[in-house]
Every structure is written in structure tokens, then in C-alpha cells.
């Protein structure tokens, strides 16, 4: 019988190194009244990212000032907490391959209106402030705000 060889044997794609990351993301209340919720988780599944938590609520004042709070001396705080707590949010924790910076790809800029199309605030965000979706920026802040929101 022919012996199998193991030498030579090409890797496949998954057996690279892995960065599997969590997420928070959330879809604002302006998403949730577009009715973009469907829309926008699946443009992540279709990247290939895990909804491994979901849940709709409406921020309390006290959580989003918490979550917020590197915000908290800016002009714009006080119209962000307004807005964040305006109504129910869909909050989520996403997983997948080096998720934090391919999410927020797939967001596109803080600013909606210089957001590309095809892009989440492109196609959907208002301007700056009312930009549909938020998503953690760094492996510390996506922990942070799991625990806060998902405690
Ligand atoms: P990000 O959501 O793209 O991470 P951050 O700078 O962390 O952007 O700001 C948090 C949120 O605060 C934004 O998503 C947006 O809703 C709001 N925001 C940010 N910058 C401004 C601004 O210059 N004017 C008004 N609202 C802003
Ligand atoms: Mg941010």
C-alpha cells in the first residue's frame, strides 16, 4: 500500500494564523427606523462574520454616557447621548476575522456624508452624528464595551 505522505501537503487558507476578534456593534436609532437592521447584519454575514450576541434596547442615558465617555468634554456630547438614547438600538457582539478594522471598513468614516457608497454610513448615515452603526475601535475598547453592555 502506497504510504501517505505528509510532506508536501499544502496548507489550506484556515490553517494560517488566526485573529478572530469580537466586536460591539450597534445599530442606532436611526438604523432601527430605516429599517436597515435586516440590511445591515446581513452585509456582515456575508463577510463571513458570527452573531454571537444580539439584543434591542433603548440606552439608558446613564449607559451611553458611560459608553461614550471618551467623548465626554466634546462640543458634541451632549446632541450624541440625545441622539444614542432617542430609541431602541440593536447591540450585538460580532466575531470573526480580524473584525474591529474589517467592521469598521465596511461602516466607512465617521462622517456620513464623506462615507463611499457601498459603505454601511454611505448608503444609509445622515452626517456625522446620525450615522447608523457604531463599532468598537481597538481589541481594549471592544472588551470594554462587551462587559458594559453585555454584563
Ligand atoms: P466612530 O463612531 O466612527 O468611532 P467617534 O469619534 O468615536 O466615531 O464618535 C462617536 C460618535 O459621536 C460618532 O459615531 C458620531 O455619532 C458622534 N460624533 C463624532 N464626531 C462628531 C462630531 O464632530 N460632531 C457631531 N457628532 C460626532
Ligand atoms: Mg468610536
Redesign the pocket.
Known amino acids: 500500500m502506497e504510504k501517505c505522505r505528509v510532506s508536501g501537503v499544502k496548507k489550506k487558507a484556515g490553517d494560517e494564523a488566526s485573529n478572530i476578534e469580537k466586536s460591539l456593534v450597534i445599530i442606532?436609532p436611526d438604523g432601527v427606523k430605516k429599517k436597515i437592521v435586516g440590511e445591515i447584519i446581513s452585509r456582515l454575514e456575508k463577510e463571513n462574520f458570527k452573531i454571537e450576541k444580539l439584543k434591542m434596547a433603548k440606552i439608558s442615558r446613564e449607559l451611553a454616557c458611560k459608553h461614550?465617555y471618551?467623548?465626554k468634554d466634546?462640543?458634541?456630547f451632549d446632541?450624541?447621548i440625545d441622539?444614542?438614547t432617542s430609541g431602541p438600538s440593536v447591540i450585538m457582539v460580532v466575531s470573526g476575522e480580524n473584525s474591529i478594522s474589517r467592521i469598521?471598513e465596511l461602516?466607512g468614516?465617521?462622517?456620513s456624508r464623506k462615507a463611499k457608497k457601498g459603505t454601511i454610513r454611505g448608503d444609509y448615515g445622515v452626517?456625522?452624528?446620525?450615522?447608523v452603526?457604531?463599532?468598537s475601535?481597538s481589541p481594549e475598547s471592544a472588551k470594554r464595551e462587551i462587559e458594559l453592555f453585555f454584563k
Do not use: A, S, W
Not at 452626517?127 to 450615522?131: A, E
Open positions: 442606532k461614550y471618551e467623548h466634546k462640543d458634541f446632541p450624541l441622539y444614542i469598521r461602516m468614516p465617521t462622517d452626517d456625522v452624528t446620525v450615522n452603526i457604531h463599532g475601535d
